[in-house]
């Protein structure tokens, strides 16, 4: 299972994890952006996996991409749960001194392949967003501890995950692995991020294109 990380100890410092063994690495893709057509922004949107894509770290994924420009793409995986409460990862950041209580049992998720070390919040808007950056009109991101370390609190934002890692393409990479079938797209739902069990979300979010898994195949295609 993605994310799980038997037996590796974790600790945090001002939201960023020490982690005991190598980290892991991204695989390279070599990418002409000279002859790869940069498509439309694709900002605010899910990437769904094909059939196609075998990575063991985005197989069936679904990615939801905060940015996407001439120059690359970055986003976060939304359906992989680690092996890693909410309540553990609090419990091992040094300036967070508080302890929810009911404990928080959610799980965290793999953000991505890339700086493993750090953590980042997908949140509804708060009160005080100045810790955050607007993704849409009901989403914020933030990787300060100013929020995560509301979590558990009467300050909370009504919704969130929080990942480790992240991923991102440079120029025309993503546009190159979408002619090679690797993705699907649809504009992101929050209701998925938030309101549909991790298990769910690669399924729901073809749903949306009116298909099944059972339906896809290795045939091109994007929405």
């Known amino acids: 299972m993605y994310g799980a990380y038997p037996g590796k100890e974790v600790h ?3 939201n960023k994890i020490k982690k005991s063994d190598a980290e892991l690495q991204a695989d390279e893709i070599s990418v002409d ?9 694709l900002k605010n949107h899910f990437l769904i996996a094909m059939p196609a894509l075998t990575d063991p770290y985005f197989k069936q994924s679904v990615v939801y991409l905060c940015e996407h420009d001439a120059e690359g793409a970055m986003g976060f995986i939304i359906n992989f749960p680690v092996k890693l409460t909410l309540q553990e990862l609090l ?3 040094e300036t967070i001194k508080h302890h929810p209580v009911p404990p928080l049992t959610d799980p965290v998720f793999l953000g991505g392949p890339l700086e493993l070390e750090r953590g980042f919040v997908l949140h509804s808007p708060l009160k005080d967003n100045s810790q955050s950056t607007e993704l849409n009109t009901q989403l914020m991101m933030s990787n300060s501890n100013a929020v995560l370390s509301t979590l558990g609190t009467d300050s909370a934002p009504e919704k969130y995950m929080v990942t480790l890692g992240y991923a991102s393409w440079t120029s025309g990479q993503l546009e190159k692995e979408m002619n090679d079938n690797h993705w699907l797209t649809i504009e992101s739902e929050n209701e998925i991020i938030f309101n549909t069990p991790a298990k769910d979300r ?3 979010s073809l749903q949306r294109l009116g298909i099944t898994p059972d339906q ?7 929405v």
């Open 91 to 93: 419990e091992n950041v």
């Open 202 to 204: 690669w399924s729901a």
């Open 33 to 41: 952006s000279e002859t790869t057509e940069v498509i439309s922004t």
């Open 12 to 14: 945090m410092t001002d």
């Open 216 to 222: 896809l195949t290795t045939t091109a295609g994007h």
